[in-house]
């Protein structure tokens, strides 16, 4: 995928996040955080040039991030820390039978801002450009 593209579906992962109770629904809150993050992980690594084309990063660690010629900056490896927190929450409380905690339901979207603001933060508005993809107008919304 193009960074146009892990973007607008980051935002439309970020729609269904906000519709849910975290308390109530957190398997779904933890599964979107991580998708949602992993969207935008690959959009900045796109646009950061550690990734090209349709070369995805699935996790944190899976393939490692020595693997591509160059490597991510600062801002991409804090947002890349906060993401492996929440990936590290998916087995033990969506597929595993840990009895679920509110507080972690605050650790993962504390952690989901973390990692959507500073991937962001590298996309800037370069996503915007006509090179990334064949969809039209404007699509990242400012980090302020």
Not at 2 to 28: Q, V
Not at 31 to 38: G, I, Q, R, S
Not at 59 to 75: D, F, L, N, S
Request: charged letters at 25%; hydrophobic letters at 40%.
């Amino acid at each position: 995928m193009r960074p146009r593209e892990h973007i607008l579906k980051a935002r439309r992962l970020d729609a269904s996040l906000n519709k849910l109770s975290p308390e109530n629904d957190f398997e779904m809150v933890i599964d979107l955080c991580m998708l949602a993050a992993t969207h935008l992980l690959n959009a900045a690594l796109h646009v950061e040039g550690v990734t090209h084309g349709h070369s995805d990063q699935p996790h944190t660690k899976i393939p490692p991030m020595e693997y591509y010629c160059k490597t991510p900056g600062e801002v991409i490896q804090r947002g890349t820390d906060a993401l492996a927190v929440i990936e590290k929450l998916r087995p033990t409380y969506v597929r595993g039978p840990k009895p679920f905690d509110a507080l972690v339901a605050e650790s993962c979207l504390a952690n989901y801002a973390t990692a959507k603001n500073c991937f962001l933060k590298v996309i800037g508005d370069a996503a915007n450009s006509r090179e990334w993809s064949e969809l039209s107008g404007s699509i990242v919304e400012s980090t302020e």
